[in-house]
């Protein structure tokens, strides 16, 4: 079986203070005897989490995949120039070529809260369209936020994830908060100590069992 991951550099493994040890996907491959196969990419934004891992999985001849995916934040995007893409993220644009500078900074310049809500709940359909997807090709998966929940979505806006994603609506299920309310340190870019890996990769486990997704 292959562990298909993505997300961005907290699915990566990267570690506070360039620590090294063993990330919570290594954590989980080891546990199910995984062979892992990595799509992460630091700060990646959804729509090249959903482009990716539509990209591999159209290509596998086989569904022996569990597919883990860690979102990131909602704002982030990702724009195509001159055939190649480039992940967007708020004050981080000096990777971006000088024609897209401009349109950075004035994208920048809009992010506002209704914005981002926006972003949310358009995201948040991306991913549901992502889950059924998965679920159509029998193709188990389990998907977490990094940082927070959705923005925007009411409750009669909520989907029914059948158990494949943890607690999408609430922040204190996201790798960030529940590692950071249990007492692990993070540095700026929220990357935790090989303890924290280590924790978040129990919790996987934990709720991988819980829900028999497997």
Known sequence: MIL????DSHSLGSMMSEEIGTSFIEILARHLGYEIYNDAEAASSAERIVRTTKNYISKQLTNDIFVVIGWGTWEREEWEHDGKFYNIMSGWYKHLPDALQQQYHLWQSGLTPDHVDSRSRHIHEQIFQLHLLLEQNNIPHLFFNCMYNFFGIG??????????????????????WYLTQRGYESDKWYHFRASGHQAWGDRLISYIKEHKLL
């Not at 298909?4 to 997300?7: E, P």
């Open 155 to 176: 409750p009669s806006q909520k989907k029914d994830w059948n158990n494949c994603y943890i607690d999408p609506y609430d922040s204190d299920a996201s790798f960030y």
């Open 4 to 7: 298909y991951v993505n997300g």
